[in-house]
């Protein structure tokens, strides 16, 4: 009792010092300088920003790290590149009025680097979202710097990823080198307008993995986007500024998340789990290779369900054979005959992450196929509702086939290429028919001779045949179970379990609409199942769980 009236005596001193001097806890001002292993702390205890190590070095670092879990968590570095080798560090306001961080000999080993008009009523203040922030005097004024801006590798709620078409200005992430290395890595995370705005994933400069277009929900070429849980998501283009961005903000505020861009150029969702004690991983969205920008090169599909993952287009073949065999495929493929821009149709491919840089026209669904089939350089399109009709020409670079989800992408080919395969799949039923039609035939032949054996048994033994007449009469009732269950099959489709866990994010207590007689109700996501007809009507699944599934 005592201790609690002490601790809030000292509380009461301590705001009267902060009312007084104008300052809190969670800013730093020229005359309140941080040194090392002194912290300050945003207002609701989110986060923190002092020195740290990282494990396995003795490298000090100064950075904003999350205060509300136990486990030390880096969201924000201010010297990645140059480490301090001491505990002599110290994170102070400069007298031209930015941010910087000094060694023991006063040296500057980083700078918010900002021309400040007013130095002498500069403050930094660290708020709840994680954001530094640099402003003088005026708070609702525009920030002269801010950390958000200059992200390192944690995407935080409300942080924007953004490009300013006008002056090219790119708010970007880049990753670290290693877990236990800070320092600039070879990967960055951008949001590139293109003619449809996607991000885009750099490996020194080289586009190493791409998100697909933005159609309002999500990105339309990311598989993984189908398990990850979208809500609060949003892209954003100002079309008046030319400035784009994408950000994200939780409608739930108790979950406490990040996203990590990792070494290796992942972005990998973190949730506190706090019956654990630890972060957890809630979907996995580790890239494959087939991922990998231009895997299979020109006209080439990469399926990563198949061996070889890469294959050619219908009507082409690889451009070097021996280079292709070898499993280098970045040659990709060439046309076997040539497009003359007459006589010719297209050739659909389902559940398709489409190629790169798309040509955009907002149109109606039937439209697409007549604009292509107008325009001779145009040799694919696709239609999604969210953003309308998209065109290529030149080379189709970076196809992916899915196992659900993606866009229908139709390929321009001769007529030539199309009745091939159409002939193509008429052998296939020539194929399968006819020795079907054959061994149809034989075992009719053997089922008349058993007959006719039988029909000689049967004076001899009744009690068999009665036997035999209950099991035909049970096997009938199977069967009129059995075209029951078709029916039912064909009217309510059955979906596994996995495209249920799927579909409601492992049964997600947030995406339980309700309780019904035959079970909770769940909100789904109907993207997930748009190559299924019934799902691209449908909102919600009910799902009737069998005994104690879970
Ligand atoms: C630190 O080193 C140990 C042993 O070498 C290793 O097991 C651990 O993964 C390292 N930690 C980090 C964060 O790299
Ligand atoms: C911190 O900045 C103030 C104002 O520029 C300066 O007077 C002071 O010497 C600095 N402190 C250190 C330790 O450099
Ligand atoms: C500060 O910015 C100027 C230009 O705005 C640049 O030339 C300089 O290299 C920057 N310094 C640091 C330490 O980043
Ligand atoms: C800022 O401080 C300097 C000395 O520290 C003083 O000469 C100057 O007048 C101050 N400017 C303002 C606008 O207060
Ligand atoms: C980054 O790229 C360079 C040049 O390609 C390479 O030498 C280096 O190993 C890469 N670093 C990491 C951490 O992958
Ligand atoms: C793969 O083929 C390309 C040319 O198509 C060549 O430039 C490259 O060096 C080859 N890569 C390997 C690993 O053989
Ligand atoms: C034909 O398509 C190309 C590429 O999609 C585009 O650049 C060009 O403007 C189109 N031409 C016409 C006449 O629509
Ligand atoms: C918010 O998330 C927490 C933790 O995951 C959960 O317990 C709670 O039910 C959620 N609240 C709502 C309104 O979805």
Not at 112 to 137: C, E, F, I, K, R
Not at 142 to 158: I, K, R, Y
Not at 376 to 400: E, N, P
């Amino acid at each position: 009792m005592g201790k609690t009236n002490s601790g809030l005596v000292v509380v009461a001193l301590i705001s009267c010092f902060y009312l007084k001097f104008g300052t809190g806890t969670d800013t730093i001002t020229a005359f309140k300088s941080i040194k090392d292993s002194k912290t300050i702390i945003s207002e609701g205890g989110v986060f923190r920003l002092g020195f740290f190590s990282l494990a396995n070095s003795s490298n000090r670092y100064v950075g904003v790290l999350y205060n509300q879990v136990p486990v030390q968590t880096v969201v924000w570095i201010a010297n990645r590149n140059k480490p301090l080798k001491d505990f002599s560090g110290i994170l102070n306001l400069s007298s031209d009025g930015n941010l910087v961080v000094l060694n023991g000999k006063s040296e500057i080993l980083w700078s918010s680097n900002v021309t400040n008009s007013a130095p002498n009523t500069t403050t930094a203040q660290l708020l709840d979202s994680g954001n530094l922030v640099l402003y003088n005097g005026d708070r609702n004024g525009v920030n002269l710097w801010e950390s958000f801006q200059h992200p390192s590798n944690a995407f935080l709620q409300t942080m924007k990823i953004s490009t300013d078409v006008k002056t090219g200005q790119k708010v970007e992430m880049r990753s670290w080198k290693s877990p236990d290395d800070p320092s600039e890595g070879n990967f960055s995370l951008s949001l590139e307008p293109f003619n449809i705005p996607e991000c885009v994933v750099r490996n020194n400069d080289q586009l190493y993995f791409r998100t697909g277009p933005w159609n309002g929900r999500g990105f339309i070429g990311m598989l993984s986007m189908y398990n990850v849980y979208l809500d609060g998501f949003s892209l954003v283009a100002d079309s008046e500024e030319k400035s784009y961005y994408f950000t994200f903000e939780l409608s739930n505020t108790s979950i406490v998340m990040y996203y990590e861009f990792d070494p290796q150029g992942q972005l990998i969702e973190h949730q506190w789990d706090d019956g654990k004690g630890e972060w957890v991983i809630p979907s996995s969205v580790l890239l494959t290779d087939c991922d990998i920008y231009g895997k299979c090169g020109a006209f080439g599909v990469c399926d990563s369900t198949k061996r070889p993952i890469c294959s050619c287009l219908k009507g082409f073949e690889p451009r070097n054979v021996e280079e292709w065999g070898r499993g280098n495929w970045s040659g990709g493929c060439v046309r076997t005959t040539l497009l003359q821009c007459q006589n010719e149709g297209f050739l659909k491919l389902k559940t398709m992450k489409v190629p790169a840089f798309p040509d955009w026209l907002s149109s109606t669904y039937g439209g697409c196929e007549d604009q292509c089939k107008k325009n001779c350089s145009c040799v694919a399109y696709a239609y999604d509702a969210g953003i309308g009709c998209m065109f290529w020409s030149g080379d189709l670079i970076d196809m992916q086939k899915f196992p659900l989800g993606g866009v229908d992408l139709f390929i321009r080919l001769p007529s030539l290429e199309l009745d091939k395969e159409k002939r193509k799949s008429k052998i296939i039923v020539i194929t399968t028919v006819i020795p079907g039609v054959v061994s149809i035939t034989i075992f009719a032949l053997c089922l008349r001779c058993w007959m006719a054996k039988k029909r000689g048994r049967k004076q001899n033994d009744k009690q068999k045949l009665n036997k035999g007449n209950a099991r035909a009469i049970s096997s009938r009732k199977d069967e009129g179970e059995n075209s029951i269950q078709d029916k039912l099959q064909q009217e309510l489709p059955l979906f596994r379990f996995k495209e249920l866990a799927t579909a409601t994010n492992n049964f997600h207590p947030t995406k339980k609409l309700g309780q019904g007689g035959f079970g909770p109700v769940y909100r789904v996501k109907t993207m997930a199942f748009s190559s299924r007809s019934i799902f691209s009507q449908l909102t919600f699944l009910f799902v009737e769980c069998a005994g104690n599934t879970r």
